[in-house]
């Protein structure tokens, strides 16, 4: 299989009425490893430089007892819309198993539209920057129009309808709900202890160091920590550019890289039921509020 035949099918469908099917494409075949990356930990990143998120998420304590399980039923029920599409009996279920979750939270409008705009622009940004190839245009479009479909299932209103206004919000968001704050720098520890212990061989303070690497100053700023030396920065960068430039000219993959087509670190066996992921009831019926 050429590495590009999967972009020319892609271009052959439409954004809107085919969004489902570029996209399972583009995130099971083209960028797996990616969107792993961007749409699932840099955007809860983001998410988490929000105090009004982060108290939310801190306060209930769940994350911080079970990390590893909260980042893995996470990744479970947004990647397992994408394998079988928002449409399907599975999609539907992870739909609802979400919006039971954030109906037991005291979530704005306002922070629901801004989690879904990191969603959104984190895989376009971080492939512009990284990816081995850059999204089309259509790949971008599709991306849009099916996370907007998903934001519009979980009763989010007033979603901005085109990349450059969800640019605009996310933009105005940040200049106002981004700061420093007990919570954010809590959420933050915590998602750098899980990436420690993925490399349990190698210096938590090195992680740390490249993680800083990927992340924007503004959520630096809120997580109280410094931005890295510019030659440590630009080392990453020159490493993630060399990973791009080699998968460039390896072959398309055949086999999916999805989340959900592995074992994970909590469910090795793939043995999980999307309608009991997420906290148990007990602690969805705290009462929270920031």
């Not at 089309?136 to 907007?148: D, G, H, P, Y």
């Not at 030659?231 to 490493?239: D, I, P, R």
């Amino acid at each position: 299989m050429g590495r590009y035949d999967n972009l020319r099918k892609i271009e052959q469908l439409d954004p809107v009425k085919d969004r489902s099917e570029i996209v399972k494409i583009m995130v099971s075949y083209e960028f797996p490893w990616d969107f792993q990356r961007s749409y699932i930990e840099l955007a809860f990143v983001r998410a988490f430089a929000s105090p009004r998120i982060a108290g939310l998420v801190a306060k209930r304590g769940y994350t911080k007892a079970h990390t590893q399980k909260r980042y893995d039923d996470s990744s479970i029920l947004m990647f397992e819309i994408i394998k079988y599409g928002y449409d399907s009996e599975k999609g539907r279920a992870c739909i609802e198993r979400m919006n039971y979750i954030h109906g037991h939270f005291p979530i704005n409008n306002q922070d629901f539209i801004y989690g879904i705009a990191t969603f959104i622009l984190e895989p376009i940004y971080w492939n512009d920057r990284f990816g081995w190839r850059r999204m089309s245009e259509k790949e971008r479009l599709a991306w849009l129009n099916f996370c907007l479909e998903i934001g519009k299932r979980m009763k989010i209103e007033n979603l901005p309808d085109s990349l450059e206004e969800m640019e605009h919000f996310k933009q105005e968001y940040e200049d106002k709900y981004i700061y420093k704050s007990p919570a954010t720098k809590e959420l933050y520890e915590l998602f750098v202890n899980l990436i420690s212990n993925w490399f349990p061989l190698v210096p938590k303070r090195l992680v740390e160091l490249v993680f800083r690497c990927i992340i924007d100053e503004r959520s630096l700023k809120a997580f109280e920590k410094k931005a890295p030396h510019p030659a440590v920065k630009s080392f990453v960068e020159f490493c993630l550019h060399a990973r791009a430039w080699v998968l460039s000219y390896l072959p398309a993959r055949t086999r999916s890289g999805l989340f959900v087509d592995r074992p994970s670190r909590s469910y090795p066996a793939n043995d999980y039921d999307v309608t009991k992921l997420g906290p148990p009831d007990e602690n969805l019926k705290k009462k929270v509020s920031v």
